[in-house]
């Protein structure tokens, strides 16, 4: 069975300080990977995914990711943080076919200092 | 930009009551999907839908869940006998196909 870990349960940054959040996962071949951001009270919007290719995928609101196969991690990355990139961040793993389930990392909760 | 919407944003039931949670998918995407997260939580899998039946269902999808597509644009969970353990956020997730699934805002059920 699939799984996904997400090491850091919080993690807090400055405002323009670069940024890492770490997602290691198990699977026997290369899953489909993604990165989502959860607001409060909002739903699941998707920063970036990686399905082949490029192992750097570059996403929405400056966030870029770059998959290892070496590792089985999936880390996500922003150069310099603002102060409204404070959520919580989960990563998600499917098999690599259509229209199979998500499985969540436990997400990391991101606050940002002024 | 199109969107997944889900109805209501927020319910409230007795435990062993009846609810039915709706979801508008995006028009053109041929799979449907419901996760839920307890609070505190992560999200978890419930059930995938394709082509009028379930493809996949996770163990929490017991016979008290049920999903139905009753017409061209809704999907809907039903929770027949609800328990005090079913309180969650629930989403509603479509794909086109592979993979990338797009999310509804969420119902926050709560069983009194």
Same mark, same amino acid.
């Given at each position: 069975?699939?799984?996904?870990?997400?090491?850091?349960?919080?993690?807090?940054?400055?405002?323009?300080?670069?940024?890492?959040?770490?997602?290691?996962?198990?699977?026997?071949?290369?899953?489909?990977?993604? *990165?989502?951001?959860?607001?409060?009270?909002?739903?699941?919007?998707?920063?970036?995914?990686?399905?082949?290719?490029?192992?750097?995928?570059?996403?929405?609101?400056?966030?870029?990711?770059?998959?290892?196969?070496?590792?089985?991690?999936?880390?996500?990355?922003?150069?310099?943080?603002? *102060?409204?990139?404070?959520?919580?961040?989960?990563?998600?793993?499917?098999?690599?076919?259509?229209?199979?389930?998500?499985?969540?990392?436990?997400?990391?909760?991101?606050?940002?200092?002024? | 930009?199109?969107?997944?919407?889900?109805?209501?944003?927020?319910?409230?039931?007795?435990?062993?009551?009846?609810?039915?949670?709706?979801?508008?998918?995006?028009?053109?995407?041929?799979?449907?999907?419901?996760?839920?997260?307890?609070?505190?939580?992560?999200?978890?899998?419930?059930?995938?839908?394709?082509?009028?039946?379930?493809?996949?269902?996770?163990?929490?999808? %017991? %016979?008290?869940?049920?999903?139905?597509?009753? %017409?061209?644009?809704?999907?809907?969970?039903?929770?027949?006998?609800?328990?005090?353990? %079913?309180?969650?956020?629930?989403?509603?997730?479509?794909?086109?196909?592979?993979?990338?699934?797009?999310?509804?805002?969420?119902?926050?059920?709560?069983?009194?």
């Amino acid at each position: 069975a699939q799984s996904v870990t997400q090491p850091d349960i919080h993690i807090t940054v400055s405002e323009g300080a670069s940024l890492e959040l770490r997602c290691n996962y198990s699977y026997g071949a290369t899953p489909y990977l993604f *990165w989502y951001v959860q607001s409060p009270g909002q739903g699941l919007q998707l920063l970036l995914k990686y399905f082949s290719g490029d192992t750097l995928v570059q996403g929405i609101k400056g966030f870029e990711a770059e998959f290892k196969r070496s590792q089985s991690s999936f880390n996500l990355r922003k150069p310099s943080v603002h *102060w409204s990139d404070a959520a919580e961040y989960f990563c998600a793993v499917a098999p690599g076919n259509a229209g199979n389930m998500l499985t969540f990392g436990g997400g990391t909760r991101l606050m940002v200092k002024p | 930009e199109p969107e997944v919407t889900q109805t209501p944003s927020h319910q409230v039931t007795q435990m062993g009551q009846e609810v039915i949670l709706r979801c508008v998918p995006i028009s053109n995407h041929l799979y449907f999907y419901w996760y839920r997260q307890i609070l505190g939580q992560k999200v978890e899998f419930l059930v995938s839908f394709y082509n009028n039946e379930i493809s996949e269902k996770s163990e929490i999808f %017991d %016979d008290q869940f049920s999903v139905e597509r009753p %017409d061209g644009s809704n999907f809907t969970l039903k929770i027949r006998s609800t328990k005090l353990e %079913d309180s969650a956020m629930y989403f509603c997730a479509s794909s086109e196909i592979a993979g990338e699934q797009f999310f509804g805002p969420g119902t926050r059920l709560t069983v009194l």
